[in-house]
């Protein structure tokens, strides 16, 4: 990013090197060359960023904090949190105390704790999943756009277009029982599954930026494919790109929690928040006569709520500002 | 000379039928891929090798490839979709395994039950909701509505249910949370044990539709025959009643059929939260010990219902759109 604060130092080497010094520009009045380079003084990053979040709605706000909480809970998970992710109690079942916050789970291990490490595992696989999604279906959705027509093109959109047919947790519990189920497996399935979606945008938004002079050109001076790719059109479809990695990444985010609710997704005893539903869900029975224990399998729960959410919110302020949109 | 039509639609169904023979092709190589030698995979390690060779023998392992496939496909085109691998024969003892089709069919018909009461309760639910959101655009009512559908759109299924468990049932003793419905049970007894399960799909859906519903209206206020209605001193739901909807069927009938669709995928999780005697529980539990014909009969069902619904979707869309309908 440019940080121009004032007339920037490169300008200021330019302006010296054609014989300008400052005190020049001050004593003659006005200087042509002085005007061209105020235009180009413009607000810094830091300015820029400033002035977007104070014009933020409340929603998005609320979802930038949420979504910052969570990143310095996964990043700083082994200084937070109490015990082990996988240590053990003699106690299953504790009932909430000051010795165990939020009590423990049926093999006695501390659900605080797991739930801490659950922001690392559960968010970092699913943003490595989104990430993969990303490159696959990205990078095949450009390459499809730039062989617009093309015996490839064809290829690869028809084969998506069958992918899409068939409900991806379906596809993914069909990949899985044949697979069988792993963290590597989840990653690698849940992201070829979603990076049919990442394809049908990247291509779509990518075909108008193909046809441009630019990319003609880069072509005539017979740049290789993966110049064209990530030099000539990749940096034109970055916001929808964005966007959409934040949609996509709510999507994979309760994809993952949803088949690690089914006992399929990732396995004990890495804390997970989609298992972790599961293995307490029983306590939500003895609501009357412990409040708490039945508040035990929303937690984790709700931390998968909160997060999609908070993302939710953030997405629909940048879609609301890069579209320009007033309703 | 084909009415262009009946044309587009042909094709549609050309392409559904494509998609599913696909669909069959990978769900029929799912035996294949699975590492190692099948047999021994199921039966476990220390096997005998005449069991082994039994086993192959009785799945017809032994044929060739494309014999195999075309007999599997006219089996699942009849109705004959194998038999289970849990309590199967050759593993020892005597067979007790049950064809597969006896273990889906009454289970469908549960699910099916459940994916018609979550649909009679959300669509009524969503187009009002959408209407009048519409109808009285930008006041405290539309905020709140779009709110609270963002919010929940964003919840997972499970998250959904359990709260319902927890206030409905836990609390208020309205609702029991265990849905384990019985086949010979009379009719109100099982929707009163589906209800919750029906309400959290509901929930689960009725954002989408909602905002569907209501963006479809919205678009069409801009449009020049509103303003006219508008000038002539129309009120403002004479206008989106009989101006606006009947142009907003086509986007509206679309997303209710997607929607539909998505109960399919819905229901595998909500199933599993209520041990609700469904198709999705059977698959997950099949998916859990590789119950192969098993996943493969439950996931045709699955991707058959999704695809014929987007089918539907589409040649719905197709009709209703009346630039196609009168050519020039």
């Known amino acids: ?327 | 000379m084909l009415h262009p039509v009946v044309r587009t639609i042909l094709q549609r169904l050309g392409l559904g039928l494509i998609t599913l023979f696909v669909v069959s092709l990978i769900l029929f190589s799912s035996i294949e891929f699975l590492p190692g030698d099948f047999g021994e995979a199921v039966l476990g390690q220390a096997a005998l090798p005449e069991t082994v060779a039994a086993f192959r023998k009785e799945l017809g392992l032994d044929l060739p490839l494309h014999e195999r496939y075309f007999d599997w496909l006219g089996g699942m085109l009849t109705g004959d979709m194998g038999n289970s691998f849990s309590g199967r024969g050759s593993s020892g003892g005597t067979d007790r395994s049950r064809p597969v089709i006896e273990l889906l069919a009454p289970r469908l018909a549960n699910t099916l039950f459940l994916a018609s009461m979550a649909a009679i309760i959300s669509v009524p639910l969503a187009l009002f909701l959408g209407i009048t959101a519409a109808l009285y655009r930008n006041s405290i009512y539309d905020r709140s509505v779009n709110a609270l559908t963002l919010t929940t759109i964003s919840f997972p299924e499970f998250f959904v249910a359990y709260l319902l468990i927890l206030i409905l049932s836990s609390f208020l003793k309205l609702f029991p949370s265990l849905a384990n419905i019985s086949p010979d049970a009379p009719f109100w007894d099982r929707a009163y044990l589906t209800f919750l399960p029906a309400l959290t799909l509901t929930l689960v859906i009725v954002a989408h539709m909602m905002r569907m519903t209501r963006a479809a209206i919205i678009n069409l206020m801009a449009s020049p025959y509103i303003e006219m209605a508008e000038l002539k001193g129309a009120s403002k739901s004479e206008i989106i009643l009989r101006h606006a909807l009947p142009n907003a069927w086509a986007p509206i009938v679309t997303v209710i059929a997607f929607n539909l669709a998505y109960l399919v995928v819905g229901v595998v999780v909500v199933e599993v939260v209520f041990v609700y005697p469904g198709v999705g529980q059977l698959m997950v539990d099949a998916v859990t010990t590789r119950d192969v014909p098993v996943v493969q009969g439950c996931a045709m069902i699955f991707a058959a219902t999704y695809i014929l619904l987007n089918l539907f979707a589409d040649i719905i869309s197709i009709i209703t759109n009346p630039r196609l309908l009168h050519p020039r």
């Open chain 1, 1 to 327: 990013m440019n940080n121009e604060d004032d007339l920037n130092p490169s300008a200021k080497a330019e302006l010296a090197d054609q014989g300008f010094s400052e005190s020049d520009l001050g004593n003659h009045g006005y200087s042509a060359t002085a005007e061209v380079t105020q235009i180009r003084a413009r607000r810094s990053f830091r300015e820029n960023i400033w002035r977007g979040l104070r014009s933020a709605p409340p929603t998005a706000l609320f979802g930038l904090t949420v979504i910052s909480l969570y990143v310095f809970f996964a990043l700083f998970a082994p200084l937070l949190a109490p015990y082990g992710e996988a240590e053990i109690f003699d106690m299953s079942y504790a009932p909430w105390s000051d010795e165990f916050m939020f009590g423990t789970d049926q093999l006695g291990r501390d659900i605080l704790s797991r739930m801490i490490y659950g922001a690392r595992n559960t968010v970092g696989i699913a943003f490595v999943t989104t990430m993969f999604a990303f490159v696959i279906g990205g990078g095949l959705g450009i390459t499809a756009a730039i062989n617009n027509g093309g015996w490839l093109d064809n290829l690869l959109s028809r084969s998506v277009d069958v992918l899409m047919a068939i409900p991806s947790l379906i596809f993914a519990l069909i990949l899985l029982s044949m697979f069988g189920a792993n963290t590597i497996n989840l990653i690698m399935i849940i992201a070829v599954l979603d990076s049919t979606r990442v394809f049908r945008i990247a291509r779509a938004v990518s075909l108008n930026v193909v046809v441009m002079d630019y990319v003609e050109a880069a072509r005539l001076r017979g740049e290789k494919l993966a110049w064209i790719l990530t030099r000539e059109i990749l940096p034109n479809i970055m916001p929808p790109l964005v966007a959409e990695f934040g949609l996509r990444f709510c999507f994979v985010f309760l994809t993952i929690a949803a088949l690690s609710f089914l006992g399929v997704g990732i396995q004990p005893p890495t804390a997970d928040w989609g298992s972790m539903v599961r293995e307490t869900a029983g306590l939500i029975q003895f609501a009357e006569y412990d409040l708490t224990a039945a508040m035990t399998p929303m937690l984790p729960a709700a931390a998968i709520a909160l997060l999609t959410v908070a993302v939710n919110f953030v997405v629909d302020w940048f879609l609301h500002k890069s579209s320009g949109l007033k309703d």
